[in-house]
Structure formats: structure tokens, C-alpha cells
């Protein structure tokens, strides 16, 4: 049974930095696209950030040039490392990973539990 587990969040001033970390574990042939995903309160879940198998990143308008997303592929880890914090990046922060349990499809996706990221002074 696939897992992602996702850890780092917490609570930090503007203009303070947090880095996540999301695990994959279980079951895991190959991972393709992982992603982070944000819900701030009474929003949408947006995307944050995605980086490809071969480590291709994309990024959400709002966090470029504050944000960036990498990957150990070994672990089977994603990361999103956070500078320069404002108070609207707030929000749970979810991990999602689309996943091969073995050679032939299907693929499936993924989600962590979340994970809270509080900025405030």
C-alpha cells in the first residue's frame, strides 16, 4: 500500500523559511510527477510546485523565485524548500505523487495528509 508522508510544516514569521518533506513508501514500481499542492481557508486546493522523473519544474506564478521543489529519487522523496514567506502562502500544503506499483500500468495518484504552514507575526 502506497504512503506519502509528509513532514516540516509549522509556523514562521514573514520573511522566514520552512522546507517540507514528503516520503514515498510501499508498494512503489516507479514515480513519475510529484507535486505540492496548497488550501488556504475557504479556497481551492491550487498547485504550488511539480517536478517531472527527470526533474523538470514547474511553479505556481505567486511562489517563483521564492520556491523550489526537488526530488531524491533514490527516496523516493520530494522537497519544497520555502524562502521569503508571506502570510497568503498559508494553508495546508499536500503532498501528490502519480505512482507505478509495477512494470505495466495502471498509474495512480496519490495524497499526503496535508500538512499545516502558518505565516503570521
Known amino acids: 500500500q502506497v504512503q506519502l508522508v509528509e513532514s516540516g510544516g509549522g509556523l514562521v514569521q514573514p520573511g522566514g523559511s520552512l522546507r517540507l518533506s514528503c516520503a514515498a513508501s510501499g508498494g512503489i514500481f516507479s514515480i513519475y510527477v510529484m507535486d505540492w499542492y496548497r488550501q488556504a481557508p475557504g479556497k481551492q486546493r491550487e498547485l504550488v510546485a511539480r517536478i517531472s522523473s527527470a526533474g523538470t519544474t514547474d511553479y505556481t506564478d505567486s511562489v517563483k523565485g521564492r520556491f523550489t521543489i526537488s526530488r531524491d529519487n533514490l527516496k523516493n522523496t520530494v522537497f519544497l524548500q520555502m524562502n521569503s514567506l508571506k502570510p497568503e502562502d498559508t494553508g495546508v500544503y499536500y503532498c501528490?505523487?502519480?505512482?507505478?506499483?509495477?512494470?505495466?500500468?495502471?498509474?495512480?495518484?496519490?495524497w499526503g495528509q496535508g500538512t499545516q504552514v502558518t505565516v503570521s507575526s
Open positions: 501528490h505523487a502519480i505512482i507505478s506499483s509495477g512494470p505495466l500500468p495502471p498509474l495512480r495518484q496519490y
